[in-house]
């Protein structure tokens, strides 16, 4: 069960690196080819940029995320108010999971700057007056306030699903923890194939009784020795087989009554 648990956290972990780097590469492909800081409403054309992309992640991710809406149908199916809570606790990762993707956008907007440099002082020289000019140390001053915050927003991610990880081991009764549908459909899938595999070797057995029974079956026990029938035997059941048994598995089968005839004649 902790292997299990354990490659359950590890397929979790990739899934969420991975969603970060789709975030990041879409980003990096949309602020090349689609970001121009305008001259007139430089601000609402940076706040855009920053947080509508991560409103349509959100949505998206929520309509994706099949786990946040199991935890937020099935908690209110729960009568008792203990369980209820306890269940929403131990369900807090699942039930944040959405937020992963927007807060990945605005963080990495932040941290590349763009978005606040067009939103503070819109693109520069390029649309300022002579009175209005700005130096590169402002864009560098800009840029920085735009590092820090985007950092701020990383450690501020990073605490609060630290918190959500330990409330969840900590702070929820394991007893009380119902099983949920996930669970529910691994279970499912493991007994298939514990049956299955189960009624295989029953199969299996049926059949090589059947194979041997008339291998042996063959001979009158009268007519034939138990030497001579077992090696007849043995050939049969190589022909159906279709390959040679092993030569670990060879018998030395001593004279047989013939060859012990012959040799009393001589």
Known sequence: MLEFCKKIMQRDVFKNITIVLAVYGIQVVLFKDLFRCTCRNHKSYGLTFLFFPAIILLV??????????????????????KTRCNYFLSSLVEFFRPLLAPASWIIVALLRGECYVCIRIGPGSECMSDEQEVNSIDFN???????????????????????????????TDSYDRLPTYDDLIRA????????????????ANDYAEKVVENSFCDQKESEIDVDERFIQAREKVQAICGQKLASGYMIDIPFTSMEMTSNSTM
Do not use: D
Request: hydrophobic share 45%.
């Open 188 to 203: 499912k899938k493991n007994a298939i194939v514990e049956v299955f595999k189960n009624r295989t070797k029953e199969m």
């Open 60 to 81: 998206l991710s929520m309509i994706v995320c099949q786990r946040f809406w199991r935890v937020a149908t099935t908690i209110f199916k729960h009568s008792n108010y």
């Open 141 to 171: 001053h800009y840029y920085f306030q735009s590092f820090i915050l985007g950092s701020a927003c990383l450690v501020s991610m990073v605490i609060f699903a630290t918190g959500i990880f330990c409330i969840q081991r900590c702070c």
